[in-house]
């Protein structure tokens, strides 16, 4: 996976993402091309309509033309990277596929999307391979056109790249400054063994420990950390720090540390100033602190000891402008 690869998956499930058409699904459901976690495949699982796979495949054409699906992403931004998975799709890939992205408002139904934009041209696909194309519009989209040609399966479509939120909605409000879906993102971490560090701004509550953020065992006396860009630059007023489902692997405590980046460079150690001072945490539990701080800040580093990992991590307060 390349550093774009890394960026958070706006079309996800999860995340709000939703297959609102296709041309085709005869094999395989739709639904399962945003489908958080890799396919899975069990052989010689025949049902009535054939082998069962985890992806989105459609009939042999018999007649001219191509099949496609159009996702609304879940979170709107600037597309940097999409990924084509064709895993365990072996004799039944398409041999070529392109994707169009175009822009809408929330209420327009799939048949009146307009002004698609081509962000990756026609390009050959191999079976059973992730293939990562890099995105070079920066325009910011809300839905995506997966095109395969002419027909096939795909097991995953990711569309990485940058959020960016509706101001509206964020502006003279009180709204959380480390959401994932208001622009906030995760730019630095200790330590991403068992799963995305990203994971602990994600909407909603985890509802296992894989969906939280969770690092290895540490053995060297240190402690893990994560630094979150902020929507924008704004002050925070409460913190949740939610160990939900880390159960025997919760740290023991945690630290919020600011800094405003607008002022200082975050190598500068003497610019970070304290938000939560070092707090003893209990496991499976969501903490929530009234903080009383009013300085301006754009970043949040989460320092935990020694290790272990965070459900969820909400900052509720107020953007000073709009978001960055
Ligand atoms: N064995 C198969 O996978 N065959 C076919 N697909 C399914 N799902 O059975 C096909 O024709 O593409």
């Keep these: 996976m390349t550093n774009l690869g890394r960026l958070p998956d706006l079309a996800l499930r999860s995340y709000g993402g939703s297959v609102v058409a296709a041309s085709d699904e005869s094999?395989?459901?739709?639904?399962?091309?945003?489908?958080?976690?890799?396919?899975?495949?069990?052989?010689?699982?025949?049902?009535?309509?054939?082998?069962v796979y985890d992806g989105w495949e459609t009939r042999r054409r018999r007649e001219?033309?191509?099949?496609?699906?159009?996702?609304?992403?879940?979170?709107?931004?600037?597309?940097?990277?999409?990924?084509?998975?064709?895993?365990?799709?072996?004799?039944?890939?398409?041999?070529?596929?392109?994707?169009?992205?175009?822009?809408?408002?929330?209420?327009?139904?799939?048949?009146?999307?307009?002004?698609?934009?081509?962000?990756?041209?026609r390009a050959p696909l191999k079976g059973d391979t992730a293939h990562e194309f890099e995105v070079a519009d920066r325009h910011r989209f809300t839905h995506v056109r997966l095109n395969i040609f002419p027909d096939g399966g795909v097991a995953r479509m990711r569309v990485h790249g940058e959020v960016v939120p509706d101001?509206?909605?964020?502006?003279?409000?009180?709204?959380?400054?480390?959401?994932?879906?208001?622009?906030?993102?995760?730019?630095?971490?200790?330590?991403?063994f068992y799963s995305s560090p990203n994971n602990v701004l994600a909407p909603g509550q985890a509802r296992n420990q894989a969906e939280g953020w969770e690092t290895a065992r540490r053995r060297d006396g240190g402690n893990d950390w994560l630094i979150v860009a902020l929507a924008g630059a704004g002050t925070v007023a409460v913190a949740e720090l939610d160990t939900s489902n880390l159960l025997f692997n919760a740290p023991g405590s945690a630290a919020l540390t600011g800094i405003d980046a607008r002022a200082a460079a975050l190598e500068?150690?003497?610019?970070?100033?304290?938000?939560?001072?070092?707090?003893?945490?209990?496991?499976?539990?969501?903490?929530?602190?009234?903080?009383?701080?009013?300085?301006?800040?754009?970043?949040?580093r989460l320092d935990i000891f020694p290790d272990g990992g965070l459900a969820r991590l909400r900052l509720l307060g107020s953007l000073l402008g709009d978001p960055l």
């Excluded at 959380?176 to 730019?187: H, P, T, Y």
């Excluded at 304290?274 to 800040?297: N, S």
């Design 27 to 51: 094999f395989a459901e739709k639904e399962a091309l945003i489908r958080p976690g890799p396919a899975e495949f069990r052989p010689h699982t025949f049902g009535a309509k054939g082998q």
């Design 64 to 121: 001219p033309g191509h099949d496609w699906a159009v996702v609304r992403l879940g979170m709107p931004g600037v597309i940097r990277s999409i990924v084509i998975d064709t895993a365990w799709f072996k004799g039944n890939y398409p041999p070529f596929a392109s994707v169009e992205a175009c822009a809408a408002d929330a209420g327009r139904s799939p048949d009146e999307l307009t002004g698609w934009a081509e962000i990756v041209p």
């Design 167 to 192: 101001p509206r909605f964020l502006s003279g409000l009180t709204v959380d400054l480390a959401a994932l879906e208001n622009g906030a993102v995760v730019v630095a971490c200790s330590d991403e």
């Design 268 to 300: 500068d150690e003497d610019a970070w100033f304290t938000v939560l001072p070092r707090t003893r945490l209990q496991p499976d539990t969501r903490h929530r602190f009234r903080l009383d701080g009013d300085r301006p800040l754009t970043h949040v």
